[in-house]
């Protein structure tokens, strides 16, 4: 059974503090020292201890334009069809990119396939359905220890209900009752072997065109709190920096498009062995994507 809670966030937890508790959930990493950790949809702003890094964009609106994090070894790629061996990582993180998924089957089973255990955060079904994220194509909530899944047939599902919430109760519950109470409008789902699971309407295509009208300009950084320069001094703290230089990547990868792990590198690239498929790398960075269409997280 993997504790939910590191003792510091169950401290401010019984303090009442839950904003204190919940920046501090990702500090914690249930896994031993020496456990090797894939953070997928890793963007500007992965966890510390995550030591190999997947996202599918170098930039993205999706994330405001912040800048693609590579200070570890970094792969692009889609969860879909993860580059990666079977088994060769004992932890992943999906925070925040599972609800962009159109095939919650493929990337949950791939998930599993590359890790032993993991944790899944998204905001709630019932966050959602509110206050809808239009590049969300996934509701999600959790049921006696199961995730269960809606596919969103567009990115507003319930319109009349969102325009009422939007008239008069959003300032309150999005400005005032979530920021105080983050844990009640968020699923934090860890798993070990197996990540158990339903989608109630598998049929719904959700791979409807995004909207342009989001997120449609760079965020300009602001300045950074004294709370948010605390946690970087404790997330520089508690990463792994010296052994995620001497990870050998390379070792870990498989080709996404015949499965092989006879990946080399050639001039610029990478090359596998076996169907001859070719992945560019950009600033050290390889690009893994199939040649063959598959379904991904927009």
């Known amino acids: 059974m993997i504790e939910s809670e590191s003792g510091a966030m169950r401290f401010f937890n019984y303090l009442g503090m839950e904003k204190?508790?919940?920046?501090?959930?990702?500090?914690?990493?249930?896994?031993a020292a020496n456990a090797l950790v894939l953070e997928v949809g890793s963007?500007?702003?992965?966890y510390a201890r995550a030591n190999v890094l997947l996202d599918a964009y170098a930039e993205t609106r999706e994330r405001h334009w912040v800048p693609l994090k590579s200070d570890r070894p970094t792969v692009l790629?889609?969860?879909e069809n993860l580059p990666f061996k079977d088994k060769s990582f004992d932890f992943v993180i999906a925070s925040h990119v599972f609800e962009h998924s159109t095939d919650p089957e493929k990337f949950l089973r791939e998930l599993q396939r590359v890790a032993r255990a993991g944790y899944i955060e998204v905001p709630?079904?019932?966050?959602?359905?509110?206050?809808?994220?239009r590049d969300h194509r996934l509701e999600i909530t959790v049921r006696q220890g199961k995730l269960v899944?809606?596919?969103k047939p567009q990115s507003t599902v319930d319109e009349t209900l969102v325009e009422l919430y939007s008239d008069r109760a959003k300032p309150y519950i999005a400005g005032e009752l979530i920021p105080a109470h983050p844990f009640v409008f968020h699923v934090r789902y860890y798993w070990q072997d197996k990540i158990d699971f339903v989608v109630i309407n598998p049929d719904v295509d959700a791979t409807w065109p995004p909207p342009t009208?989001?997120?449609?300009?760079?965020?300009?950084a602001s300045t950074k709190s004294i709370r948010q320069r605390l946690l970087d001094?404790?997330?520089?703290?508690?990463s792994q920096r010296s052994r995620n230089c001497q990870i050998d990547w390379l070792s870990l990868l498989r080709c996404p498009d015949c499965h092989s792990d006879r990946l080399v590198r050639s001039e610029g690239q990478l090359v596998c062995n076996v169907c001859g498929a070719n992945y560019p790398m950009r600033n050290g960075i390889p690009e893994l994507f199939s040649h063959t269409k598959v379904a991904q997280h927009d």
Do not use: H, Q
């Open 233 to 238: 001094t404790m997330r520089a703290w508690s």
């Open 43 to 46: 963007g500007g702003n992965p």
């Open 149 to 151: 899944i809606r596919k």
């Open 213 to 220: 009208d989001v997120f449609s300009t760079p965020n300009v």
């Open 124 to 133: 709630d079904a019932f966050m959602e359905r509110i206050n809808p994220y």
């Open 77 to 79: 790629g889609f969860v």
């Open 20 to 31: 204190i508790a919940w920046a501090l959930r990702r500090l914690y990493c249930p896994v």
